[in-house]
Every structure is written in C-alpha cells, then in structure tokens.
C-alpha cells in the first residue's frame, strides 16, 4: 500500500534520530488520525525526502505523504512541516473518499483509492 502524495497525512514528531544512527537521521512521528495507518511512520531526514532547512522537533507537526509499508512499519518517502493551507486539502481528500470517487495514480506509479 501506498498513499499518494496529494493525500497525505498529518504526523506529530515524536523522536529525532540523530546522524550516528546505523540508518542515517531520521524521525519517527504518530499519526494520531489516520484509518489507514496504526502506530508510527517513519522519514528520513536525507534532502530526498526530508523538504525543509531545518529539522523537526519533537511535537512538531509534520506533513508526510508517498507512504509505505514496509516490513519494519510505515516509510514516507516525503516530508515537510504542517502548512496551515495543508487543513483544506486533507479535508478535500476526505470528501472525495466518502463519494467513492475513482482511485488517483500515485507519483510512484501506484493506483490508490482518493
């Protein structure tokens, strides 16, 4: 499973992992909301994903999307901090799904429900 990019979700930062991590910088962030996903997704803080100059803190907000599962727990693929124009899109998302609209084609190639 993965979810697109124009439908992703809202994360709170939870832990920052630092550089001497075997796996390089990365968070891990909960995301309090979601039908999809159950206990956390984790983002590397690597330019390819992580967006910003800066690093998260804990209790951030954060804006994940091109989320995977993978055998270790979620991945986003890209993140960013929380936006508040970030609000109206997952509600936009969250209307189209409750009208079973045809599923959206992920960047990544995947198709997925919207």
Known sequence: MTIAVETGLKGMVDRVISAKS??????????????EIKGTIT?????SVWKEKRWPEPGTWVFL??????????????ARFWK???RQQLSTH?????????????????????
């Open 84 to 86: 508040p124009t970030d």
């Open 65 to 78: 999307a091109d989320i995977e599962e993978r055998r270790a727990g979620w991945r986003a693929l890209f």
């Open 22 to 35: 075997k796996h390089g910088p990365h968070v891990i962030a909960k995301v309090p909301r979601s039908k």
């Open 94 to 114: 969250t209307e189209s799904t409750k009208q079973g609209l045809e599923p959206k084609q992920s960047p990544r190639g995947t198709k997925e429900k919207s």
């Open 43 to 47: 983002f590397s803080l690597n330019k």
